[in-house]
């Protein structure tokens, strides 16, 4: 029976780094759509303004409103934009040098930080680069992209402040986005600044949790979390017969019998905790993931159905093994 045990364990533990691969697969997907919106989430908000407000104005209202953790960026086209910001910004890919600090989105001096295919536009007489704007020279501080090819790769990012904004222009001639935690709680704050309220998501959602564009790019991997899970119920079965097949035939009491149910359940539960862990740590290890916490969780949140499937699945008393004993 010890064999049969360390086959299955070796089984649960090959199941999950599955789950893992398929979860580190959506992830490298979700990372790359995220970098071809210029590293902004899914979630971002877009908002179309007709106003004649000026940008610079809109900074100045924006940080008189007090708000925090949040990302706006100002765009002029799919290869131009204005950025300011509060609180922690996401993660850049970046190859060279830093992306902007809070001390950028106050200072009078804008600064660039450009996309990789873009480093033969800039004027670089001695070690550090310029992008030209207009007959205005701007310091190039980092340098963003990936090894694979995506849209962030061809933009140009310019820091604002309240104190100055680059060739300041209207709402009207801009495409707004607003990326951040808060931006459920602050939505009609921002609506009154821009002055518009009309505003979309960057993955347009149809339902108030999930949109149509969620369930489709998620679909595979639900479906293939599905089939891993229908094959771990069947792990648990496989594991609850060779429980029983070894125990089937001693006669114990109901007392003793409903310990013994117990124990073996702690046993399993054993067996399939310590194969999740070695399965995660695997994943963790070898593949790209984001959420590890989440997703460990998850995790044991399933192991924990498991457990209880097990336990279900083991005779409840002495009378199921009265029946096995005279029926040979």
Partial sequence: MRLKKIILDCLLVGLTVLGMLTISQRAKTNYSQRLNHNSLSENAVIFNSKSQQSIQKTIQKIDAAKLSHFQIQFNV?????????????????LKDGRFFSSYDFKSQIP?????????????????QAYYQDHGRYLSVIGVVGTNQTTTLDQHIFVSTSPEFVLNDRPLNKVTVLVDGPQMGAHLKTYQKIFKTTKHSYLTPKTTPLVGVN????????????????????GFTYLFSQVINGYHAQKGLSTGLYRKFRVAQTQIFALHLVVSSIIGFSIGSWFFYLTGRTAIFIGLMIIDLILIGIFYYLIPKGKNNILKKRFSH
């Fill in 214 to 233: 969620w369930l489709r790019q998620n679909a595979g991997v639900i479906a293939v979390i599905a089939v891993l899970m229908i094959i771990a119920v």
């Fill in 77 to 93: 086209d799919s290869r131009f934009s204005y950025v300011y910001a509060k609180g922690k910004l996401s993660s850049v890919p």
């Fill in 111 to 127: 600064v660039v930080v450009a996309g990789q295919s873009r480093l033969a536009e800039l004027y670089k007489p001695a070690s």
